[in-house]
């Protein structure tokens, strides 16, 4: 079965601290990873997106890794600020083009505190 | 540029009725598909429409429908409502031509709350 998790459900860090989101996948067939950000209340705003022959993404503070051996991604922020805080969502696509199916896992609530 | 749209932004409804949620693709887009999120879950794929198709289901019953129109818009129906059926219908648009790279994009969403 193909599972996405992100770990940890939460997490509240002080302003200007480095963070990591961790999101693992259960099968490693994957075409592409994409991490998305979601405010309260509204919809998905696309942050990275990693293809499945590449290792990285960057823009601006944050870079997105992928390491399909292991079936595991990470978002890395730099500099933390207070408006960073949202829930972060890693959706995986199993298909075989850009239009397949998402697969997400459950998001990463971060706070970040003044 | 216009992204997705989504309407209404609210509805109400209660157990037993229908309901249908209307999406507008980002212009240049011919893809669309549709997600449910629960509160406090990540979204669940329901499903896509490409050229007026129905091409991909998730596991959701046939109470769950759509339609996609020839300028790619697109409406997702629900019938016979339960309470279960709560939750924010999500949108999602991306072009089939788009190849590598092209993020899908998503629109504000309709919250539906059943009474």
């Known amino acids: 079965k193909q599972e996405v998790t992100q770990i940890p459900a939460a997490l509240s860090v002080p302003e200007g601290e480095n963070l990591v989101l961790n999101c693992s996948f259960t099968?490693?067939?994957?075409?592409?990873l994409q991490w998305f950000r979601q405010d309260p209340g509204k919809g998905l705003t696309s942050l990275l997106l990693?293809?499945?022959?590449?290792r990285e993404q960057t823009s601006g503070r944050l870079n997105a890794s992928l390491d399909k051996s292991s079936g595991r991604s990470t978002l890395y922020i730099a500099a933390s600020q207070p408006g960073d805080s949202a829930t972060y969502l890693c959706?995986?696509?199993?298909?075989?083009?850009?239009?397949?199916?998402?697969?997400f896992g459950q998001g990463t609530t971060l706070q970040v505190k003044p | 540029d216009a992204g997705v749209t989504q309407s209404p932004t609210h509805l109400i409804k209660t157990r037993g009725q229908q309901v249908t949620l209307r999406c507008s693709p980002k212009?240049?887009?011919?893809?669309v598909s549709w997600y449910q999120q629960a509160l406090g879950q990540g979204p669940q794929f329901i499903f896509q429409?490409?050229?007026?198709?129905?091409?991909q289901r998730g596991n959701f019953p046939d109470r769950f429908s759509g339609h996609q129109f020839p300028n790619y818009s697109s409406e997702l129906n629900v019938n016979a409502l339960l309470l279960g059926d709560s939750a924010l219908y999500l949108c999602?648009?991306?072009?089939?031509?788009?190849?590598?790279?092209?993020?899908?994009?998503f629109g504000d969403g309709t919250r539906l709350s059943i009474l």
């Open positions: 999602a648009s991306t072009s089939i031509r788009g190849g590598l790279g092209q993020p899908q994009h």
């Open positions: 099968d490693s067939a994957i075409y592409n």
């Open positions: 990693i293809q499945s022959s590449q």
């Open positions: 959706a995986v696509n199993y298909g075989s083009s850009n239009t397949g199916k998402l697969i």
């Open positions: 212009s240049g887009h011919d893809t």
């Open positions: 429409y490409y050229e007026e198709e129905e091409r």
